[in-house]
């Protein structure tokens, strides 16, 4: 099993550009989410998704946008890139929708926006 | 408002000591618990959890506390090894008004340990 993966592993963009962050897993995982990380503020949840055709904001969902019509494939669109939007994205999954059901994360995408 | 805290953003030990992470929370709803530990240029990885129905949570060297009246967890690593050092989040997980939280978690800004030989 390859897990949990991201691509890419960096990205450069400007300012007002739209990308989109890919996630894949392949462990049949029911939930999937995707988190940023900034320095001194941890990893905060932007989306999450607890099966195909269903998703649900996080906590900082503005400027993002998801959609889930494979169980295996998570993406984040970056609708228009801001400066506020360089940080570091995981993606993460698991088995049930439980909380108590360990999650696995991916290597990570480090975003710069200029 | 940060839900989860790390006040420490490092500690230093030596190999063989035991390494102490900390962790404050502020949510009353917050009733499970977890570690993560994360290596450079890696996504993080679960490391020990605890429920709230409990007070303390062993894994081999590594030990969690839970204080529910002072909003506090600890991680106790015994003995700490160089391959110890990495960054350990602490996060947090609460139902909602529905009864359901799925796997929406609060995390902690982190701790990077490092341990020296």
């Known amino acids: 099993n390859a897990g949990v993966t991201q691509t890419p592993k960096f990205q450069v963009l400007k300012t007002g550009q739209s990308m989109t962050l890919q996630c894949a897993q392949d462990m049949n995982h029911e939930y999937m989410s995707w988190y940023r990380q900034d320095p001194g503020m941890g990893l905060r949840l932007i989306h999450y998704?607890?099966?195909?055709?269903?998703?649900d904001q996080g906590e900082v969902p503005n400027g993002y946008n998801v959609s889930r019509s494979t169980t295996e494939d998570f993406p984040l669109r970056l609708l228009s890139a801001a400066p506020s939007q360089t940080s570091v994205y995981f993606c993460?999954?698991?088995?049930?929708?439980?909380?108590?059901?360990?999650?696995?994360f991916g290597p990570g995408t480090r975003l710069t926006v200029l | 408002d940060q839900q989860v805290k790390q006040n420490s953003p490092s500690l230093s030990v030596q190999e063989g000591r035991i390494s102490i992470l900390n962790c404050d929370y502020t949510?009353?709803?917050?009733?499970?618990f977890l570690w993560y530990k994360k290596y450079p240029a890696e996504g993080p990885t679960f490391l020990i959890s605890i429920s709230s129905i409990k007070d303390k949570n062993e894994d081999g060297r590594f030990t969690v506390f839970l204080n529910k009246s002072a909003k506090h967890l600890s991680l106790h690593i015994v003995p700490s090894q160089p391959g110890d050092s990495a960054v350990y989040f602490c996060a947090a997980s609460g139902s909602n008004a529905g009864g359901t939280s799925y796997g929406k978690l609060t995390f902690g800004q982190g701790t990077i340990l490092t341990v020296h030989p």
């Open positions: 998704s607890v099966g195909a055709g269903i998703t």
């Open positions: 993460a999954s698991s088995r049930g929708t439980s909380r108590y059901n360990e999650q696995f």
């Open positions: 949510n009353s709803m917050f009733d499970y």
